[in-house]
């Protein structure tokens, strides 16, 4: 499912026009964004919560010569399941 795929869901359920649903949409993901920017959680009961995660200096090998890098410490996001979403999923 794409980005324009929930926005014609959206639009479709809600009764909104494509640009209403694609703006309401920008404005959601926009602000999960900054939160998680910002260091804060975001939970969406049912669905999961997004975070971050801090990654540690590590030593890492250049797949192509074999040669050792030095890979520095980053912030990646991280994706959580809910509870529901996971036992609708299967995985109970």
Known sequence: MTKADIVKLLADQ????RREAADALAVVL????????????????????FRTRKRQARQGRN?????QVKVPPKVVPY???GKQLREILGGK
């Open 14 to 17: 809600v009764g909104l026009t």
């Open 30 to 49: 926009d602000g999960v964004i900054q939160a998680i920017q910002d260091g804060e959680k975001v939970e969406l009961r049912g669905f999961g919560s």
């Open 63 to 67: 797949p192509r010569t074999g040669a």
């Open 79 to 81: 994706f959580k399941p």
